[in-house]
């Protein structure tokens, strides 16, 4: 019988799904970078079919400080701009 072995794939971030902006509010910003609520990563991303999609994602591992312009929701109830 064949050992199983140890797994190298890290677990993905608990945050992936339903981006909750509006489209319209979203596109009349001009900006696309949308940060993870979860972990700090960031994704460019374009709305689909009226609907803002965060993939499934590892982790982000470094813990510098974000400064570029991008949506997020850290700390708050709703979604803005903030940084740059």
């Known amino acids: 019988m064949k050992e199983q072995e140890p797994s190298s794939k890290t677990a993905n971030c ?3 799904g339903v981006v909750h902006i ?3 509010r979203f596109t009349d910003s ?7 609520p979860g972990c700090g990563r960031m994704r460019s991303l374009t709305p689909v079919k009226g609907v803002l999609r965060f993939k ?4 982000r591992k470094q813990q510098t400080p974000l400064t570029a312009k991008r949506w997020s929701t850290t700390g708050k109830t709703d ?4 940084g740059g």
Request: a negative charge; charged letters at 15%.
């Open 79 to 82: 979604w803005e701009v903030v």
């Open 14 to 16: 608990t945050f992936s």
């Open 30 to 36: 001009g900006i696309n970078l949308v940060e993870c």
């Open 56 to 59: 499934a994602h590892p982790p």
């Open 22 to 24: 509006d489209p319209q």
